[in-house]
């Protein structure tokens, strides 16, 4: 699976407000409310960072996607580790913090769907592009979103539930 | 007091111990339930007095910690609260009735962490009030 960013939403399994909802809800509760988690500009890609996935099966089988810019991974781990400015963050710290976060929006999302599913474990790889193998899969939402200077978008892919296997990056957890 | 913080993400170990150290709690991590049926065995009689167990961890996961542990009675004095992603009804049923006392479902706020805490009398800030 390509992240195709013109692909259009289909399927109703969750809503692009859900996903707005659940991701706002995570953002507030590990990164504070002072500054929110907010809609950001389709056309602003991502760009070169970093990009996790955890796969669901079940009720909703497909995958859900997290990407981040460097800048905005490095800042979410920092807050998550309540590390200090001078405080040096690893690569492990930040593969840990963002797969950490996608656990947790595939836990939420997971939980909407009526029928029992279960979550794999996450994918997590840097790059600057966001390639995860998954043949057939349909997006199904997407947010764009800012968290302040930091583009973030989440995907919901469904389709036939695809192994987190990457097929890009060069580093990984799972 | 002791707690046991047992989650594959060193990220959520790290978060929940902080909070749990300034509540006046000794920690102890585990990455997995067998790393964690581990610990508690090294801890012979000085028993952690809370668990925060994830569910979703390789090698052993949450709930078939929730099993191990129960099944040994010299460890049933210990608490047992899942800390997890898994927000289904039924998958809380299924934890309650292997043995969890307490179910916090990610994300979760530092006031609904020690909410968790004052439920199962293990606030010892508050306890000393």
Redesign the interface.
């Known amino acids: 699976m390509s992240i195709d960013v013109n692909a259009a939403p289909t399927g109703f399994a969750i809503t692009d407000d859900d996903l707005l909802m659940i991701a706002t ?2 953002w507030a ?2 990164l504070g409310e002072e500054q929110p988690l907010m809609p950001g500009d389709p056309a602003n890609a991502v760009g070169p960072g970093w990009h996790a996935a955890i796969s669901v099966h079940g009720g909703l089988n497909g995958l859900i996607v997290l990407e981040i810019d460097a800048a905005g991974a490095t800042e979410v ?1 920092r807050t ?3 590390f200090g400015d001078e405080d040096p963050i690893e690569t ?2 930040i593969i ?2 963002i ?2 976060m996608v ?2 929006l ?3 999302i ?2 909407i769907d009526p029928d ?1 599913s279960t ?1 794999g ?1 996450p994918l997590v790889v840097s790059g600057d592009v966001c390639e995860f193998a998954a043949p057939d899969a349909t997006l199904n939402s997407v947010q764009n979103l800012t968290w302040g200077t930091a583009a973030i978008r989440i995907s919901v892919w469904s389709g036939a539930a695809p192994a987190p296997t990457p097929s890009s990056g060069k580093d990984s957890l799972s | 007091m002791r707690a046991l913080v047992i989650d594959d993400s060193r990220t959520m170990r790290m978060m929940l111990a902080r909070q749990l150290t300034q509540l006046g709690f000794e920690v102890l991590q585990a990455g997995d339930g067998r790393e964690a049926l581990d610990v508690v065995e090294s801890c012979g009689d000085d028993l952690p007095a809370i668990a925060t167990i994830d569910w979703n961890m390789p090698v052993m996961n949450g709930l078939e910690f929730v099993q191990a542990l129960r099944a040994n009675p010299a460890w049933r004095g210990m608490n047992l609260m899942m800390v997890t992603t898994e927000a289904e009804q039924s998958q809380i049923v299924r934890a309650l009735a292997a043995g969890a006392h307490e179910y916090l479902i990610k994300p979760f706020t530092p006031d609904a962490f020690v909410d968790k805490l004052d439920l199962l009398g293990l606030n010892p800030v508050r306890s000393l009030a």
């Open positions: 809800d995570i509760a590990y781990t998550m580790l309540a492990g710290d840990d913090a797969g950490e656990n947790v595939g836990g939420n997971k939980s029992p979550l474990l």
